[in-house]
């Protein structure tokens, strides 16, 4: 990886400009790096991976292969996006894998957050690594390792203490022996998003919120079923759209829905219809160490209650969580 230090004379990127200079500079880099061999890149459609796979495109063209894993863990819409814009648009070459099946296999009655965790995380490097074992002739695995990975990495060796395991699907598998290619690890992540803004990424993927790499496999919370993923991932859909409507998209750090493993008895055309909540959490930070509760207005929380309830099967409640972090932290599990 050498120098883990950001050098003290580099800018803050703020500008197009200042991106479009640092996008050249890492383009010469990676093409001195690289010459004429290939780089394997696993591509989650998060900012970080979506910028590198883009700067990297622009350096090496068709010597990058991304392989996006769907762990069946996704919102809705985003490996579609993936494809749309990486395989369609950029024309990328792009090895898309469906786990949905091998990873609900693996969760099926697995109600520990960590446990839950560790499956998806080794389980989504199995998968990768045996993607990586079809290819022929990779020397280089590109990272979208950022700067606060760096520092937060080191903080957590030294205090030896995560409050979760936070290791981001598509983490390093440590014995691949591949040269690392990083172009963006001394970026901090508002540099990113203007670096992905001038590469001509689509805003809505620059400016994402903030998603866990398990993504919604925290948020099915307790032992995941494919019903209740179904119902999660459709009102979180709702939940955003809505964000998206009320132009609070990009003004609130990260918004979403978490459903637990209990129901409660409500009533639907007449009859009785047990079914579960819906959880809405909305929250803002600077550093995720600590959020404040984003105050929704009234009348959205009601189009969002209502929209969903009669709209997704399987969902009764719609409940809106005021805890600030701490005590509770960001995410339910
Ligand atoms: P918590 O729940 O600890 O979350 O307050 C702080 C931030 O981290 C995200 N988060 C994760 N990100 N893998 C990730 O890559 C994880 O396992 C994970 N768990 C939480 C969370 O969404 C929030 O932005």
């Known amino acids: 990886m050498g120098n883990n230090q950001r050098p003290e004379q ?11 200079a640092f996008i050249e500079e890492q383009v ?21 991976s979506s910028v590198v796979a883009a700067l990297l495109l622009r350096a090496i063209g068709k010597q990058l292969v991304c392989v996006h894993v769907n762990h069946g863990l996704m919102r809705k819409g985003e490996s579609e996006q993936v494809i749309e814009v990486f395989g369609k648009e950029l024309d990328a070459n792009l090895v898309y894998v469906d786990a949905t099946d091998r990873f609900l296999d693996l969760l099926a009655g697995v109600s520990d957050p960590e446990r839950k965790r560790k499956i998806i995380g080794a389980e989504f490097i199995k998968v990768f690594d045996e993607e990586a074992a079809k290819l022929h002739g990779i020397s280089f695995l590109a990272q979208g390792t950022i700067y606060p990975d760096i520092l937060e990495s080191i903080k957590a060796k030294e205090s030896g203490k995560p409050v979760k395991s936070h290791h981001n699907v598509g983490g390093l598998p440590e014995d691949m022996e591949m040269e690392l290619v990083e172009p963006v690890k ?9 670096v992905g803004e ?42 955003r759209e809505e964000f998206d409507k009320a132009g609070l998209a990009g003004k609130v750090w990260q918004y979403f829905v978490a459903i637990p493993d209990i129901k409660s008895v409500g009533v ?33 929380l009601h189009r969002i209650t209502e929209r969903i309830t009669s709209e997704v099967e399987g969902i009764n409640r719609v409940l809106y969580d005021l805890t600030p972090k701490p005590v509770g932290t960001i995410e339910w599990e």
């Open 186 to 194: 001394f970026l901090y992540k508002d540099e990113v998003r203007v």
């Open 198 to 239: 001038a590469l001509g990424l689509p805003h809505a993927m620059v400016y994402r919120q903030p998603f866990p790499g398990p993504g919604l496999g925290v948020r099915c919370l307790g032992a995941i079923t494919r019903d209740r993923l179904h119902a999660l991932r459709e009102a979180d859909a709702i939940l």
């Open 268 to 300: 639907r055309n007449g009859a009785r219809y047990d079914a579960w909540p819906a959880i809405i959490r909305a929250v803002n930070t600077t550093d995720a160490m600590s959020a404040t509760i984003e105050e929704i207005p009234y009348a959205l």
């Open 28 to 48: 010469a880099q990676v093409r001195a790096q690289v010459g004429d061999k290939k780089v394997l890149l696993a591509l989650s459609g998060g900012v970080d």
């Open 10 to 20: 580099m800018k803050r990127i703020t500008t197009k400009e200042l991106a479009l």
